[in-house]
C-alpha cells in the first residue's frame, strides 16, 4: 500500500509503500522491484524500479514518469494497494573504506539506501539541469549541470578531473549508459577494477526468464540485468558493445 507519495522534482516523484516485515529489511542497496503499476490489462509487465530505500516495514522508490506505465503511477494517490515482486537482483558488495559515488541524472535514485550504509566520503551527481538533480540529505556532495543551473556547468566527466582515485576502496556508479562509459573511460585500471556499476535495461519478468535485459559481458556473451545483476563490476561489461547497441 502506498503510505507516503511526493513529486520531489517537476515529473519526478518518491512513492513510500508499506510493505510486510521482513521481507526488505536485508535488501542490500542495489536491488531491485517489479511493480504492477496497474490492475488494469495494461501494462501487461510490472515495471522495475531500483529500490531507493527501505526500513523494516517500507520501502521507497524514486521516479520519472517518462511513458503511460510511470504515468499511471504517478497519479496513484497513499491509500491504493499496488503488487510488487521483490527484493530481486543482486545488489553493492558492501565492502569496507571510503566510498565514491558517481551518478547522473537519476542514476541516483538509488543511491540514499547506498549512502546510508556505507562510508560514503563523496558524491558527484550530474543532471542536464537543476529540476533533473537529485539530492541526497547528509552526504558531502559536488554537483555539475550541462545549463549551470546547479553547481558547476558542464558534464560529469568534468568533475573527474580532481578527484584523488587512491582515496577511496570502492566507487559506485549509475547512469545513462553514454555517461558511465565515459566515466570509465576516464578512470585509471586501479579504480575501474574497484567500480561496481547498477545498470539500466529493460527488464521484463525480473527473474532471468525472458532475457530481455541482457547486458553485452566482457570476453564475449550476455548477462542478465535482472538476475546477474543489475549491479555488475565494471570490468565484466563490455562497453563498447553495450553502447553500440542503444
Do not use: N
Not at 490492475?39 to 527501505?54: A, E, G, L
Not at 539530492?135 to 559536488?142: A, F, G, M, S
Amino acid at each position: 500500500m502506498i503510505i507516503e507519495k511526493e513529486e520531489i522534482l517537476p515529473g519526478v516523484y518518491r512513492i513510500k509503500f508499506e510493505v510486510p516485515a521482513p521481507y526488505f529489511i536485508e535488501a542490500q542497496p542495489g536491488r531491485f522491484i517489479q511493480l504492477e503499476v496497474s490492475h488494469d490489462p495494461f501494462p501487461v509487465t510490472r515495471r522495475p524500479f531500483t529500490i531507493s530505500s527501505v526500513s523494516e516495514s517500507s520501502v521507497e522508490i524514486v521516479f520519472e514518469a517518462v511513458g503511460r506505465g510511470t504515468g499511471i503511477l504517478a497519479e496513484a494517490d497513499a491509500g491504493r494497494s499496488l503488487r510488487l515482486l521483490g527484493p530481486l537482483g543482486s545488489g553493492y558488495r558492501l565492502d569496507p573504506g571510503k566510498w565514491l559515488l558517481i551518478g547522473g541524472g537519476l542514476g541516483a535514485a538509488g543511491f540514499p539506501g547506498l549512502a546510508a550504509t556505507v562510508e560514503c566520503d563523496l558524491l558527484l551527481l550530474g543532471a542536464s539541469s537543476q529540476d533533473k538533480l537529485l539530492t541526497i540529505r547528509e552526504t558531502e556532495t559536488v554537483t555539475i549541470t550541462e545549463d549551470g543551473s546547479s553547481g558547476r556547468k558542464g558534464l560529469i566527466t568534468d568533475l573527474l578531473e580532481t578527484v584523488h582515485w587512491e582515496a577511496f576502496s570502492s566507487i559506485a556508479l549509475c547512469g545513462p549508459i553514454p555517461m558511465m562509459k565515459a566515466v570509465i573511460d576516464m578512470m585509471p585500471v586501479a579504480a575501474r577494477a574497484i567500480t561496481q556499476v547498477s545498470a539500466e535495461a529493460r527488464m521484463g519478468c525480473g527473474w532471468g526468464a525472458c532475457e530481455g535485459c541482457s547486458v553485452p559481458k566482457a570476453g564475449g556473451g550476455f548477462l542478465k540485468c535482472c538476475s546477474d545483476g543489475p549491479v555488475f563490476p565494471a570490468d565484466s561489461i563490455d562497453w563498447e558493445r553495450w553502447e553500440g547497441i542503444h
